[in-house]
């Protein structure tokens, strides 16, 4: 008789076979109340699924222990939501046919063949809604019901939907001897669908749904097959997350890097110059080079040195660092000199031969560089070592290459080129803590100067079970602890993730949340026991012994293009003074106070800030819109009664109001201290704002 192990670890037992329901309600009458489905040794199933032999179960409720929604919970929503709605458009439009509904990670969608009648479109919407709202508070069971596959089969053709036949034909080929329908009350009398399931117990469960839009899409998605109409909705458990995830969109809309960095012209990608490629416009320039100097002053305090290396190194490299050929997939294919070049055509070499000669190392050629690693350990190996002069910490701005497939190329997250914020770090055993630490003390300071103080870290283990690791198990232990306690410093939620480690050693990954609550997942650090040995590294020790350096990559902010892509959704493309493209323009109100806007221009200026001055001939309404528009941080605005008392009117924007008046060696020097500090102090105290 079925023995039931809980998450706790406690054990059930009945005397005959139970549903996953009966257990929760033995449990307890709140989880009883609260269950939309099981897990049953980890398979996602319908609360009413029997269980007759032992299992582990887990039943899943639409809020996690630990709070936030349960990703399972969701799932089963949103897939009985999609049924709702395919039953509303049905009733709606009674001509249609329906081909697939799967949930997603953020709503579902149902592809659905209107041909042959009236088309559907989003002014549709209020309609299906309502109508689907009828069906949720009829609250009425999914129930399940399973036929052999033969008879299934019988029943679909007798029904005439070439879709769904084909559906229950790829569920036969995938191993199914039976076929499952559920019905949205009961089977015979209500609207049914064949669905392998699960779903949450009855429509009434669905908390919170809406429709968000159209598109077309194609049967299996091949363009020569039936043209489909996709219909988009979501769905959550209640009303409260419903409206939190439309805001969210709607605040992701707005934030767009893709639509900001057009809009306030911070880069360009160019069909001439490639996909993928990021061409840094002059403003986009402006804020890289601020972070880039913001990183490198720190760095510089923490001993790190600076250097630059080539953008291709030779195959031969690589091949000793292994980066070639095991990654070649996601590398720009070799480059061959011309010589070689000339050779090989003369010989008649096929591509299928050089590709071949090339892996096997008889031609050697050049990689434009997927990774800064190799050069760094050129550099770190061209000098004998002391164990007194380690730690050797090499940083560098560093670009590389990498075959990223197409598709969702557009931005700045997903690019073919991009600069790393890279250093290694050579240093002895006894150093790697040490150096950890010092890796996440930037990182904490560099997150809290931008606001972002939203971030978790996830350290990477090795997977207990497994032989795969290269290094001495002993250091092992010593570097994962390393990486636990550097963590544990930085007073953020952090994950240890075992399994999760590289086969080289052990890492930390930064994953920031925006202010509007998504997940950005930015660089790493990264112990390495394999890349000194594969190079042979050693250092002099003091017993006049050859060692060993271990090696630490960190690039914590990923990639500046990526990181940048970050900060201009996290700062909606308002930036704060200090990185600003434009930080102040003066706005004279009109030609008579023109001299006087003339010298305060060029007192910012001497003053080092990034200041601009519009002479046009607009009112100053307008002259304030177009500043606002490119969210230039501060304007000044400057009328003959200013001039006279040598007085500026400053607003900021973002505020609609005038902060106020303020003399004009104190709104220079209040906006040069502002910048100097990155923002710690503002010029915006001085109007107690
Ligand atoms: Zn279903
Ligand atoms: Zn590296």
């Not at 969702?408 to 770090?425: K, N, P, S, W, Y």
């Not at 055993?429 to 930037?442: F, H, T």
């Amino acid at each position: 008789m079925p023995r039931i192990t809980l998450p706790d670890g406690s054990v059930k037992e009945f005397a005959s076979p139970v549903t996953a329901a009966e257990v929760a309600a033995s449990i307890g009458a709140g989880l009883a109340k609260a269950a939309v489905g099981a897990k049953v040794d980890g398979e996602l199933r319908d609360l009413s699924a029997v269980l007759d032999r032992d299992c582990a179960l887990a039943i899943v409720t639409p809020k996690k222990r630990e709070g936030g929604a349960d990703a399972d919970a969701l799932f089963l929503i949103r897939h009985s939501t999609a049924h709702v709605m395919a039953e509303a458009i049905q009733n709606l439009f009674p001509h249609v046919k329906l081909v697939y509904g799967p949930p997603l990670e953020t709503g579902f969608y149902y592809d659905i063949s209107f041909e042959g009648g009236k088309a559907i479109s989003t002014d549709d919407f209020p309609a299906l809604e309502a109508e689907m709202a009828r069906i949720v508070a009829e609250n009425r069971p999914f129930t399940r019901y399973e036929l052999p596959a033969a008879k299934g089969m019988e029943k679909l053709r007798a029904e005439g939907s070439k879709f769904k036949v084909d559906n229950a034909e790829r569920a036969q080929e995938a191993g199914s001897t039976t076929l499952s329908w559920y019905a949205t009350g009961t089977p015979g009398t209500n609207w049914e669908d064949l669905c392998r399931g699960p779903h949450v117990p009855s429509t009434g469960r669905i908390g919170a749904f809406k429709l968000t839009s159209l598109a077309s899409s194609y049967w299996k998605g091949d363009e020569r097959l039936d043209r489909l109409t996709r219909v988009y909705g979501t769905a959550f458990a209640t009303k409260e997350e419903l409206a939190a995830h439309l805001t969210q969109l709607d605040e992701a809309k707005k934030r767009d890097h893709r639509v900001l960095g057009r809009q306030l012209r911070l880069f360009h990608i160019d069909e001439m110059v490639g996909q993928g490629l990021i061409l840094w416009t002059p403003n986009g320039s402006i804020v890289r080079q601020e972070l880039q100097n913001f990183i490198s002053d720190e760095l510089r305090k923490q001993g790190y040195t600076q250097v630059f290396t080539p953008h291709i190194g030779k195959l031969d490299l690589y091949r000793t660092s292994g980066h070639f050929p095991y990654y070649r997939e996601s590398q720009y294919p070799p480059i061959i000199e011309h010589d070689q070049l000339s050779m090989l055509a003369k010989e008649g070499c096929t591509c299928g031969e050089l590709a071949n000669r090339l892996e096997k190392g008889e031609i050697d050629g050049y990689l434009l560089k997927p990774m800064n690693c190799p050069h760094h350990i050129r550099i770190f190996a061209s000098a004998p070592h002391s164990y007194r002069d380690m730690p050797v910490r090499l940083s560098e701005f560093g670009t590389v290459y990498r075959w990223e497939q197409s598709g969702e190329i557009g931005g700045m997250t997903r690019v073919r080129g991009f600069t790393q914020d890279d250093a290694h770090l050579f240093c002895r055993e006894d150093q790697v803590a040490d150096e950890l630490l010092g890796c996440l003390s930037l990182v904490k300071l560099i997150f809290g100067t931008l606001g972002m103080n939203e971030y978790r870290v996830r350290v990477g283990l090795r997977d207990p079970d497994s032989a795969k690791y290269v290094g001495d198990p002993r250091n092992w232990d010593k570097a994962e602890e390393a990486c636990r306690t550097a963590a544990r410093t930085l007073g953020v939620p952090f994950s240890e993730e075992p399994g999760e480690a590289a086969f080289y050693g052990p890492k930390i990954d930064f994953v920031v949340k925006d202010v509007i609550g998504r997940s950005w997942q930015l660089g790493t650090v990264q112990v390495d026991y394999n890349l000194p040995e594969r190079f042979d590294l050693s250092y002099i020790g003091a017993d006049n012994q050859q060692h060993r350096p271990v090696m630490i990559h960190r690039a914590p902010f990923g990639s500046m293009e990526r990181f940048v892509g970050c900060l201009i959704e996290h700062f909606a493309g308002a930036f704060p003074l200090w990185l600003a493209p434009e930080q102040v323009r003066v706005l004279p109100i009109s030609e008579k106070s023109a001299a006087y806007a003339r010298e305060l221009h060029a007192a910012l200026r001497a003053a080092g800030l990034r200041a601009s001055l519009d002479e046009s001939n607009d009112r100053i309404q307008g002259k304030i819109k177009d500043a606002s528009d490119m969210k230039v941080p501060y304007c000044a605005v400057v009328g003959p009664r200013d001039a006279e008392g040598r007085k500026v009117s400053v607003r900021a924007f973002g505020i609609e109001a005038n902060l106020g008046e303020v003399g004009f060696d104190a709104f220079v020097d209040g906006l040069a201290r502002e910048y100097r500090s990155r923002g710690a102090e503002t010029v915006r105290s001085v109007f107690g704002k």
